[in-house]
């Protein structure tokens, strides 16, 4: 995988970087935040190679990668600018309905808690660790080595308010240190030893609530968010010469108060009752809120609306110090869709899927579920209902033994440490609610079974005098033709100076360097995508050929100049039609290379995609790539 060039797509096919308001990522997805997500095309970004899937949802736009988003989101950041002038932002508009207000919600919960989960969930594993080693006899609680690893693994926890200053001071757009002074304030060994004493605080003679804020999560929360809106009031009124030191003075002397008297009670008393109201629940109907999360989890996950429940496993973790419905639900789950996937890969006859789906399934037992999501159960769907099947079954009996997680990880074979406590038979439970969920999937994968995947590889019969029976193959009725879109020059697709194009990173096809600026309908179709920057186009044949036409290298850059796009999405074409204008000696006046690669970019459902290198030059006559 080239993660530059699918990193540049992505931005391409989001509305390139003007559309991007912010860009973050999680352990598999991409997670940006729209200026206008209708500009996103998704069902480009689906085809990408290397992209799992694509949604919408809780007011992200999330692009599903797997294991390698780490290294597209350092491309991607590269190229991105997501800083915007406050006119920008007070020119967005808010969608104010049930759905936009709770798509609002869930882009703030994940972007102030995403950042911060490699912390707690290292430190969380460590402190499971270190529970091992003291149970098993390796380390005595009253050596130095354990209080120092226990002060590592409770640090994370400990200053938990610190870490959420600072990760939403970026989201709400304030200054990440002064916000981290608040959490500092909270911290504080002499604020804390005041608010617990038994004596009453008070404040200019206003009384103060006695809160403990160490572990807390809703307060530091609450006062940032206050924080972001008296920053904005401050800089107003601050006069440039004493801006520096007056502007965050005025916070400090406006925040500091409000917090401790208002926003830091409510915070407490806000993130108390979700707990409360989850216990509540738990105690109503038992067992069965654990069956009807596990259930549910792939759906959830489906939509990236998982990060919404992160305040209340903080709040679990933080008090009573473990967490019996979300995580527990997960494991289930993710133990369910990696078992799903295993089983397709040992009953699937297509050699190429089986491939996929064994990947998928090591990632799944391991608590990275979207490969197998979306790679294999979406795509099957009968099983997805074995995987909830099992998922269930499996969280009958977590909910029925009162299963503990321990830490804020994702629940895998890796993580199984997350279970451990002083009562043994917690991670026995675990071990067993994980059995119970891959069995039951695997055999119900079985015996509900399949529509079986067939690339046009595998399907392809060879007959007793050694050729191939093409006709037998799925999908290919005959060979297609594909004529030249431009007049020039054939070059192999090797030979371009791109390596995602020249190593077919997103599929076989022939490069021209164009004679002519002018771009041709190669074949009778569709007109399935036209790039915002109008150097590049999308078609689909009338057999369902998908192909790419990208006018030249790095010509994104120009931002749609020198191009005159003629035709629209949706619009049916014919062989021979004008696509696209543009102006040749313009781009290569620019410094930009006009070699034009020519994409079949369904090229895995073809049995060969052929170029025409026998000719030196080329036109919309001639054809170029034959598919079979």
Known sequence: MNHKQLAQSIMELVGGNDNINTAIHCSTRLRLTLKNSDLAKTDEIKRLDGVIGAVNSGGQYQVIIGNDVGYVYNELAKMVDTQQSDEVQEKKKTDYSPKGLFNIFASVIAGIFQPIIPAIAASGMLKALLLLATVTGLMSKESQTYIILSVMSDAAFYFLPILLAFSSANKFKTNPFVAVLFGGIMLHPNMIGLLGSEDPVSFIGIPVASVQYAT??????????????????????????????????????????????????????????????????????????????????PLIVMFGMHKVFYPIIFAALASPGYETLVLVAMLASNMAQGAGALAVSFKTKDTKFKQVALSAGISGVFGITEPALYGVHLRLKKTLVACMIGAGVAGLFAGIVN??????????????????????????????TMLISSIITFVAVYIIGFEDVVSATSSAITNVEGKSDIQASKGIKSKKIIFAPLEGKVLPLRE???????????????????????????FDGTVETVFRTKHSIGLRSAEGVELLIHVGLDTVKLKGQHFDVKVNEGEQISHGQLLIEFDLEAIQAAGYDTTTPVIVTNSSNYLEVLGNESSTMTGPEKPLITVL
């Open 216 to 297: 807390s999560v809703v307060p530091i929360i609450l006062t940032v968010w206050f924080m972001s809106y008296i920053e904005r009031f401050a800089d107003k009124i601050s006069p440039g010469p004493v801006k520096i030191f007056l502007k965050p003075l005025i916070v400090i002397l406006i925040v500091a108060p409000v917090a401790l008297i208002v926003l830091g009670p409510l915070g407490m008393y806000l993130g108390t009752g979700m707990s409360n109201m989850i216990y509540w629940i738990q105690d109503k109907i038992g067992w069965l809120t654990v069956v009807i999360m596990a259930v549910l989890m």
């Open 403 to 432: 299963l503990k997680a321990y830490a804020a990880v994702g629940p895998g074979i890796a993580s199984m440490p997350m279970f451990i406590s002083e009562d043994h038979m917690n991670i026995i439970y675990a071990i067993i």
């Open 496 to 522: 371009v100076k791109d390596e995602a194009f020249s190593q077919e990173a997103m599929g076989q096809g022939m490069a021209i360097q164009p004679s002519v600026g002018k771009v041709f309908a190669p």
